[in-house]
T-cell receptor
């Protein structure tokens, strides 16, 4: 059974650009969450989607957005990149709504903003 | 559900037991998780415990939960060099609109010496 797949694994962008990250959940999982991991702030919740609806949003500026498709795949977008957006972005999927049966994480996308 | 505390570092000798401690704040948490992160990788779910349990054992892993003190511990028996990693404690937010969000500790860096 394939795990959570995140693409790309590594990304280098310039300040002011925008970026789109992709996450394919485990087959049959309908809940997808996104987290940002930085040395300074640790792991912080970005948002959660279930059946194409955003259920939950963390305390991030509006430059961070996401969506979920009918096949449960999810994308997150960051516009007008800042140096502080450099981080490991982790996606997690769960079989049920609101992760009530635990989350499986992908390997992440490491974004570097220069 | 926003204040999960862990000690940052733990060093043990190969073959000894490791105990990683965590305190959490959300008394309504129903699931508490332990995740492992190796360098350059995502988060691997090690084990979890439901809040109506005091203890859970899974091969070399033992989780103890003291709900009164909101204290969670992970014991790794016969620690091996391959156990060297960062270990995260996480609780699930069970409140209303933020239901399902995971709150993570800062992680404990476990170093195992041969």
């Amino acid at each position: 059974k394939a795990g959570v797949t995140q693409t790309p694994r590594y990304l280098i962008k310039t300040r002011g650009q925008q970026v789109t990250l992709s996450c394919s959940p485990i087959s049959g999982h309908r809940s997808v969450s996104w987290y940002q991991q930085t040395p300074g702030q640790g792991l912080q919740f970005l948002f959660e989607y279930f059946s194409e609806t955003q259920r939950n949003k963390g305390n991030f500026p509006g430059r961070f957005s996401g969506r979920q498709f009918s096949n449960s795949r999810s994308e997150m977008n960051v516009s007008t990149l800042e140096l502080g957006d450099s981080a490991l972005y982790l996606c997690a999927s769960s079989p049920r709504d609101r992760g009530t049966h635990g989350y499986t994480f992908g390997s992440g996308t490491r974004l570097t903003v220069v | 559900g926003e204040d999960v505390e862990q000690s940052l570092f733990l060093s043990v000798r190969e073959g000894d037991s490791s105990v990683i401690n965590c305190t959490y704040t959300d008394s309504s948490s129903t699931y508490l998780y332990w995740y492992k992160q190796e360098p350059g990788a995502g988060l691997q779910l090690l084990t979890y415990i439901f809040s109506n349990m005091d203890m859970k054992q899974d091969q070399r892993l033992t989780v103890l939960l003291n709900k009164k003190d909101k204290h969670l511990s992970l014991r790794i028996a016969d620690t091996q060099t391959g156990d060297s990693a960062i270990y995260f404690c996480a609780e699930v937010d069970r409140r209303g609109s933020t239901l399902g969000r995971l709150y993570f500790g800062r992680g404990t860096q476990l170093t195992v010496w041969p």
